[in-house]
Structures are given as C-alpha cells and as structure tokens.
C-alpha cells in the first residue's frame, strides 16, 4: 500500500490546561482541502508550549491512522484523526518504527524528514483525562 494521507488537523480550540503554561493546542480536527506547510507548521495550526512541541525540528506530527484504530479498541472509544494531537494522519505508514533521518513521502504532495521521536507528555494525559 503505498503511504496516503488520512487527515490533515489543525488546532480546533485553545483549551485551559492544569499545566505549566496555562493553556493546551492539542485538541486537533481535520480540515478540508490543501493546508500549507510553513516552516513551524502547518498554516492554522499552534502550539502553546512552544519549549517542548513545534518549531523548525519538529512541525508536523504524524500518527498512523492503524494505530489510532488499535488504541479505540483497547481504550475502547472513538479516536478521530487529530485526538492523538497528531497534524497528519496516515494510512500504510509504520510512524512507530520510524528511524530519525528517513524520508517519507506521503500521497502525490507531501514529503517529510523525520526528525524526532514523539514522546508522550502529561499535557496529552489531561487532554483524554487518562493519567497513564
């Protein structure tokens, strides 16, 4: 299968967050039709802590859409694309394996350099209200 893109999400909602900085981007929906892509991200899109997510190294996240569909059945509820926080959710892409420095192309128009692991933050734990 070759990789596609299943959604493209940008921030729906600044929401208050418990947190350090007050305040959390991660509540991600997916949007109609071509978004660009800027050097921080993708037009529309934010981040609120900006110390620990974004910038030039890190400005899209990807999650596999596979994935998402293991973790409604194990959490046994819905996870629409975007829930995970994630910018772009792909179909027949293995991100969990994924190796710093690969390229990937993805459908006819994006190509993306991966650049850093994602790691799971507390601010993501209070967004699902899951502490682990």
Known sequence: ???AVAAVCVVHEI???????GKMAIDKRPVDGPVAVEPLGLAGDTQCDRKYHGGPDAALYAY???EAERWAAELGREIPPGFFGENIATR??????????ERWRIGNTVEVTVTNPRVPCATFARHIDVPQ
Do not use: N, W
Not at 15 to 21: I, L, N, Q, S, T
Not at 92 to 101: F, H, M, N, R, Y
């Open 64 to 66: 596999a859409q596979e």
């Open 15 to 21: 929401k208050p967050d418990a947190g350090r900085v």
């Open 1 to 3: 299968m070759t990789p």
């Open 92 to 101: 027949g892409l293995a991100v969990t394996d994924a190796l710093v420095g």
